[in-house]
C-alpha cells in the first residue's frame, strides 16, 4: 500500500499504514477505491488530518456541486459540527460509502437531507435533497462534456413531488409530516424499489 497518506493524516509513516490498513480491513476497501480516497484527501488539501470548510467547498464546487450542495456535505461529514473535517470522519464517511450497510449508508443520505440538522426530514427537505442530485448529475455531466443544460424539467419535477408523495405515505407512521431516520430506514427495507433514491448519494 505504501505511505502515501502519511501526507495527509496525522501521526508518523508507520502510525498513518497501520491506520489505513485497518481502514481497509475494517470496510472491506479494495486498492482502486484506496488510490481514489488517497486522491480524495490530495484533492481537498487534507493537512495534519484535517480539512478545511474552503477547501471543501472550493473542491467540490470544481467538480460539479453547486455551492449549497457542497455545504450539506460538508455539515453531514462534520458530525461534531466544528467546521473542520478530522480524519476519523473522512474515514468513517468513506469507509460507509465504500463498504458500509444499507442501514449505514442511509444514514448518511438522511444526514445529507437533513440540511437543518434536528433530527428529522420534511418534505421540502427529500425534494430539495433530490433536485440538488438531479442537479449534481446533470452538472457533473456538464464538467465532462462543456455541454449546458436544463438541470431539471418541469416533467422531472413533477415525477420528483409523486415520489416524494409516496414516500412519506409510505415511511410516516405517525403522520405527523415528517421522517425519523428510524422510518426512513424501515421505508426503504419495506419498498426498497419506491425509495431507491435514499441512498443515491
Not at 509513516?13 to 488517497?38: H, M
Not at 457542497?70 to 476519523?88: P, Q, T, V
Not at 438531479?134 to 415525477?159: A, C, P, W
Request: proline fraction near 1%; include cysteine; aromatic fraction near 10%.
Amino acid at each position: 500500500m505504501g505511505n502515501d497518506g502519511s501526507k495527509y493524516l496525522s501521526g508518523t509513516n508507520r502510525e498513518v499504514e497501520q491506520k489505513l490498513e485497518r481502514w481497509k480491513s475494517t470496510w472491506g476497501v479494495q486498492d482502486t477505491q484506496y488510490k481514489n480516497f488517497i486522491n480524495v484527501m490530495k484533492n481537498l488539501k487534507m493537512r495534519d488530518g484535517k480539512i478545511s470548510k474552503k477547501n471543501f467547498k472550493k473542491t467540490f464546487v470544481q467538480v460539479g456541486f453547486e455551492p449549497i450542495s457542497a455545504e450539506h456535505l460538508f455539515n453531514a461529514m462534520d458530525k461534531d459540527g466544528s467546521g473542520i473535517i478530522d480524519e476519523d470522519e473522512l474515514l468513517e464517511f468513506y469507509g460507509i460509502t465504500y463498504g458500509g450497510t444499507i442501514s449505514e449508508q442511509l444514514r448518511i443520505s438522511f444526514q445529507l437531507f437533513d440540511h437543518n440538522r434536528n433530527g428529522t426530514l420534511d418534505k421540502q427537505e427529500v425534494r430539495r435533497g433530490f433536485r440538488e442530485m438531479i442537479s449534481l448529475g446533470t452538472r457533473m455531466m456538464n464538467h465532462v462534456s462543456g455541454e449546458t443544460t436544463v438541470y431539471y424539467s418541469d416533467e422531472q419535477v413533477k415525477n420528483l413531488e409523486e415520489k416524494v408523495d409516496a414516500i412519506f405515505a409510505k415511511a410516516d407512521k405517525n403522520g405527523d409530516g415528517l421522517l425519523t431516520l428510524a422510518e426512513y430506514i424501515v421505508a426503504y427495507e419495506e419498498a426498497p424499489e419506491l425509495c431507491a433514491l435514499l441512498k443515491q448519494f
